[in-house]
């Protein structure tokens, strides 16, 4: 099955670098990897052929003795460039809107970080420490303190604090003991509400392994769900752990919005699957119901492109007249 995870967040929050190192961690752990960036950059030098070429044609093709790549001069959508590439992992970086994946959400400490949540997180990663050094040690009084381990007494804005901190005003992540927080809230138990965080506050006890570790509250989703589960806090270190999660929860719904599954939409279907309520199996269009043969030979598809095979052909095919569903035969 094809494994698809995003990886979000704002600016300088550290999302190349860790799409980066867990292309490595995942490649060295015998997988083929892909990576699509969303960029809102244009993608050629001006003045280079391919560009003087795009301006009189939509598509230009390049190939030379190291790369090769082809040029759309528009904008296509995530299931268009997907079949192109040969991976059995695909890191997808930016892309904040797209809903039929888990997400690795990357905070930068903030309090819009909040709008990263929409029930497809999978984990939460601490914000790069800051130039010149960040946590460790002891932090009487840090009014950003990033990823502080030790004592913190009266951090305003501390995003990871581990050791004790008893009066947080705008906790984004606590480490250590998060009790259930109330129906509907982020956070909770024995910390005390954050005033403008997404989460944390109260006490926290010394985090796993260098200022990471313990859990992240996020708030509820659009909708009303995906709030309140703990999810794993991670430092931007713990590239392991993170490629661990990958392997074990990446997927990708086919964007259709069938309703086969039993769900208006891929992403409800999402949602089910990351809070575990729901299988991929479940997705009756990823259900490996097309084969292709080749001079008699079965051609091997994943479950992904045979899902696209088999709705590109079913959406030329059905609104011809003579169409009925049934069992489809076509030999070129
Ligand atoms: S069956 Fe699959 S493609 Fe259809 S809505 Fe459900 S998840 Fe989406």
Same mark, same amino acid.
């Given at each position: 099955m094809l494994k698809v995870v995003g990886i979000i967040g704002y600016k300088n929050s550290g999302k190349t670098t860790l799409a980066r190192a867990l292309a490595r961690e995942l490649t060295s752990r015998g997988h083929e990897v892909a990576v699509v960036k969303h960029t809102s950059h244009h993608l050629d030098l001006p003045g280079k052929d391919t560009t003087t070429l795009g301006e009189a044609v939509g598509q230009v093709g390049f190939i030379s003795l190291q790369e090769s790549g082809v040029f759309w001069k528009?904008?296509?959508?995530?299931e268009n460039i997907i079949p192109y590439l040969e991976a059995d992992i695909i890191l997808v970086e930016g892309f904040k809107t797209e809903k039929t994946f888990p997400k690795i959400v990357c905070l930068r400490g903030?309090?819009?970080?909040?709008?990263?949540f929409d029930g497809l997180a999978i984990c939460a990663i601490l914000p790069p420490p800051a130039p010149g050094g960040a946590g460790g040690g002891s932090n009487p009084s840090p009014s950003q303190g990033v990823a502080g381990g030790g004592s913190n007494p009266s951090p305003s804005q501390g995003v990871a604090g $581990? =050791? +004790?901190?008893?009066? @947080?005003?705008? &906790? !984004? /992540? *606590? %480490? #250590?003991?998060?009790?259930?927080?109330?129906?509907?809230?982020?956070? $909770? =138990? +024995?910390?005390?509400? @954050?005033?403008? &965080? !997404? /989460? *944390? %506050? #109260?006490s926290n006890p010394p985090p796993v392994s260098g200022g990471a570790g313990g859990g992240f509250n996020?708030? @509820?989703?659009? &909708?009303?769900? *995906? %709030?309140g589960s703990n999810l794993p806090l991670l430092g931007q270190d713990e590239v392991g752990r993170i490629a661990d999660l990958v392997e074990e929860k990446a997927f990708k719904l086919p964007n259709l919005d069938c309703g086969g599954c039993g769900h208006e939409t891929c992403y409800d279907m999402a949602r089910e699957?990351?809070?575990?309520?729901?299988?991929?199996?479940?997705?009756?269009?990823?259900?490996?119901a097309t084969e292709v043969r080749i001079d008699g030979q079965p051609m091997p598809m994943n479950s992904?492109?045979?899902?696209?095979?088999?709705?590109?052909?079913?959406?030329?095919?059905?609104?011809?007249k003579g169409f009925k569903k049934g069992k489809i035969e076509i030999s070129i």
């Open positions: 528009r904008p296509l959508s995530l903030e309090p819009d970080d909040r709008d990263l $581990g =050791g +004790s901190n008893p009066s @947080p005003s705008q &906790g !984004v /992540a *606590g %480490g #250590g003991s998060n009790p259930p927080p109330a129906p509907g809230g982020a956070g $909770g =138990g +024995s910390n005390p509400p @954050p005033v403008s &965080g !997404v /989460a *944390g %506050g #109260g996020p708030p @509820p989703a659009p &909708g009303g769900d *995906g %709030g699957i990351v809070a575990a309520t729901g299988s991929v199996e479940d997705c009756v269009s990823l259900q490996p992904f492109i045979s899902s696209i095979v088999r709705n590109t052909i079913l959406g030329l095919l059905s609104p011809l």
